[in-house]
């Protein structure tokens, strides 16, 4: 037998043992961080919602957030702001994560505030995704997700950074930053917003492409049930 022929078939075996490896490294410390955050069956949480857009006058908000398995999610501030996330965006760890038809793909490591972090990215197996990629980065030791890109067909590309403190046995942030950038100075679709009157839109001083919605959690009930109503939007 031809002595190349053996070894070229030797280094593409070679490559492709390499790669389903890592795809089984990469699925399983997916499964190992899905596994945490898959404690939280739902939860009621206190916080302190900060809105930061350059053309929007906002004052920090006292917020309750809502969650419950698998997908439900809402943001809700009696006098101001309701925030829903819609089609492809999500600002829940939980929704991101609670997909299973995507490829994940090995994207090698970086490092974030002094922490080694793994990057994985996530192709959608399905056509009619609305997500067309998403980037996390995770610890490989404690399993947390610090940080998440997804870029969506309609709703253009957010990231979310996940800040963990006191809440991290359970998988859930101190803090949670969302960034996404600002389109002919309108909110992303994927977001939903009820004004009072204490919001002034002023587009008069626009410094920046970019806007953020920085969410501070006080404290959470975890696991205690939360009634479904509380999802429903208004009419």
């Given at each position: ?107 090698g490591s970086a490092t974030m505030n002094g922490k080694q972090l793994r990057i994985i990215k996530l192709l959608p197996l399905a056509e009619e995704s609305e997500v067309v990629l998403s980037t996390m980065y995770i610890d490989p ?42 389109k002919d100075y309108k909110l992303p679709k994927g977001m939903t917003f009820d004004y009072d009157n204490e919001i002034k839109a002023d587009t008069s001083g626009l410094k920046s492409s970019k806007g953020e919605v920085r969410i ?20």
């Amino acid at each position: 037998m031809n002595m190349k022929r053996v070894s070229f078939a030797a280094s593409v075996f070679l490559v492709l043992a390499s790669a389903i490896a890592q795809a089984q490294d990469m699925n399983e410390l997916i499964k190992k961080a899905k596994s945490k955050i898959d404690q939280v069956r739902d939860y009621q949480a206190t916080a302190l919602l900060k809105l930061n857009v350059s053309f929007l006058q906002v004052p920090d908000s006292k917020v309750v957030v809502y969650y419950k398995q698998p997908d439900k999610f809402r943001v809700v501030q009696q006098k101001g702001i309701s925030i829903v996330p819609r089609g492809g965006v999500s600002i829940n760890l939980n929704t991101i994560l609670n997909g299973k038809d995507y490829t994940a793909i090995d994207a090698g490591s970086a490092t974030m505030n002094g922490k080694q972090l793994r990057i994985i990215k996530l192709l959608p197996l399905a056509e009619e995704s609305e997500v067309v990629l998403s980037t996390m980065y995770i610890d490989p030791q404690s399993y947390l997700v610090k940080k998440i890109v997804s870029t969506t067909k309609e709703n253009g590309s957010y990231t979310i950074e996940f800040i963990y403190g006191k809440f991290s046995s359970w998988a859930l942030p101190d803090e949670l930053l969302f960034t996404f950038n600002i389109k002919d100075y309108k909110l992303p679709k994927g977001m939903t917003f009820d004004y009072d009157n204490e919001i002034k839109a002023d587009t008069s001083g626009l410094k920046s492409s970019k806007g953020e919605v920085r969410i501070v959690f006080n404290q959470y009930t975890i696991n205690k049930g939360v009634n479904d109503e509380v999802f429903r939007l208004k009419p």
